[in-house]
């Protein structure tokens, strides 16, 4: 399973970024995008269910949108207003069997290799 990410870069607070993430099949997967800060555990950010359904982590909820489109199997985050603290690097990834429930909670199985966001203030 390849999944690969796009779209990092380097942003001054409050601006945008939309990071994409190619890969097979998305349509029947929970997806989602997870985050690593240096120095800092791996966290959830958001997840997209086969059903289209989304859960956020709490610190991104109205400033993040998860999304996918099918037809060109693709899983996006769009991201608002960042801030200094959402600097990391970020990780899509994908559960392994399709269907099933797809909150937070939901391990994901393959990852991409990730793609770096610096926020300056």
């Known amino acids: 399973v390849q999944l690969v990410e796009s779209g990092g870069g380097s942003v001054q607070a409050g601006g945008s970024l939309r990071l994409s993430c190619a890969a097979h099949?998305?349509?029947?997967?929970?997806m989602g995008w997870y985050r690593q800060a240096a120095g800092e555990e791996r966290e959830e950010v958001a997840h997209?269910?086969?059903?289209?359904?989304?859960t956020y982590e709490d610190s991104v909820k109205d400033r993040f949108t998860i999304s996918k489109d099918i037809a060109k199997n693709m899983i996006y985050l769009q991201m608002d207003r960042l801030r200094p603290e959402d600097t990391a690097q970020y990780y899509c990834?994908?559960?392994?069997?399709?269907?099933?429930?797809?909150?937070?909670?939901?391990?994901?199985?393959?990852w991409g290799q990730g793609t770096l966001v610096t926020v300056s203030s």
């Open positions: 990834a994908k559960a392994k069997w399709p269907g099933g429930p797809c909150g937070l909670d939901r391990v994901l199985e393959d």
């Open positions: 099949n998305v349509r029947p997967y929970c």
């Open positions: 997209i269910g086969w059903d289209e359904s989304t």
